[in-house]
């Protein structure tokens, strides 16, 4: 397949101003040097635990960030550095849709509204064109038309994130990141959700990055999956060979916390408990990110930051425990 996005060591800084002065004393590295792509009509999940950055990535990608360094590649063209009005050309092809419904549908707006606004900044359909647009629209989500000119607090979750999906359609875009689009909603309506997302994505030939931190529903619909932790991702792979034999001793403990789906039969992999915190992302560990925390560092890991490395076919970590390095074990004291 084709790659779509391409994104190579990209990074969002934020600065941290403090003293009476307001000077810049630092920068929270919300996203630190990310590289990923993703093909034609796939599915890309990028996993990871709170605070992460996974969700600034998301964002990052579709620029509504200005981006500290880095490229974005979207259909050969970089545009991590685009002005707004630049970024207004692409808009249409590049949609997200939100984790919470309620709070990104504005409340004073009819549900055709809402999903007219993007077609009234973008286009220039007659009223009567729009109208039927918005119907098309909304029989896509499964919405009934009756619903066009009703307001979302008349609605439940579910439907409010068919909404929100069918605004993110409106303009036929190919690219469409989904922020955890069903944290919000109730566990029984969730899979709906899921189902929708991936009946539209055969539909209209949508390419998707899906951030998500449940690694159960990622493993349902991605077919790729990216491991995020503290800025960083620190694994990549196909979707099988990541949940089968995950490489990265991060991507390792959070695969055993999840849940044997089976209850008759015995978990394959042992509960792995990650001692202290994650670090702040205004201030990382020197080397690599998780040493802090890590069940299998080592003294190198200390000092030098892992890269990201293919180690199998299209199977990507950052691990010195999958390099030979010839100082590896250099300055280890245990045997
Ligand atoms: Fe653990 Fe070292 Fe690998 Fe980092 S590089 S994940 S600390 S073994
Ligand atoms: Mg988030």
């Known amino acids: 397949a084709d790659r779509l996005v391409e994104v190579v060591d990209l990074k969002l800084h934020f600065p941290v101003y403090s003293g009476v002065l307001r000077r810049q004393t630092g920068a929270v590295k919300a996203v630190d040097g990310v590289t990923f792509e993703i093909y034609e009509g796939e599915t ?31 259909e050969g063209t ?36 809402i999903i007219g606004e993007p077609l009234d900044e973008h286009t220039s359909l007659s009223k009567k064109e729009k109208l039927a647009r918005i119907y ?33 359609l409106a303009l036929n875009p190919r690219f469409i990141v989904c922020d955890e689009p069903i944290a919000a909603l109730d566990v029984s309506i969730q899979a709906q959700v899921v189902n929708l997302l991936e009946d539209l994505q055969k539909e209209f030939g949508l390419t998707y990055l899906f951030i998500s931190h449940d690694l159960s529903m990622v493993r349902h619909i991605a077919d790729r999956v990216a491991v995020m932790y503290l800025g960083k991702i620190v694994e990549l792979a196909p979707r099988d060979p990541l949940y089968n034999e995950p490489k990265h001793p991060y991507t390792q403990a959070l695969l055993s ?26 201030n990382p560990p020197e080397g690599c990110n ?11 890991c200390h000092r030098i930051d892992p890269e990201f490395r293919e180690i199998a076919p299209g199977h990507y970590a950052a691990c010195h425990l999958h390099y030979d390095h010839d100082d590896k074990n250099a300055g280890e004291t245990a045997p």
């Open 136 to 168: 098309e629209l909304m029989d896509a989500v499964g919405l009934n038309r009756d619903f066009a000119h009703r307001y979302p607090h008349e609605f439940s979750g579910g439907q409010r994130q068919r909404i929100g999906i069918a605004r993110a």
């Open 44 to 74: 890309l999940g990028l996993v990871g635990e709170s605070g992460c950055g996974k969700s600034t990535c998301g964002r990052a990608v579709l620029r509504l960030y200005e981006v500290t360094d880095g490229s974005i590649t979207i």
């Open 290 to 300: 998780f040493c802090t925390r890590c069940p299998r560092v080592m003294e190198i």
């Open 257 to 282: 916390a999840v849940p044997e789906p089976d209850p008759n039969l015995e978990a394959t992999t042992q509960r792995i408990i990650l001692e202290g915190d994650v670090p702040s992302p205004a």
């Open 78 to 113: 970089d545009i991590a550095t685009w002005s707004p009005e630049e970024l207004r050309r692409v808009r249409p092809k590049m949609q997200m849709v939100f984790q919470d419904p309620q709070a990104s549908l504005n409340p004073r707006m009819t549900v055709s509204g």
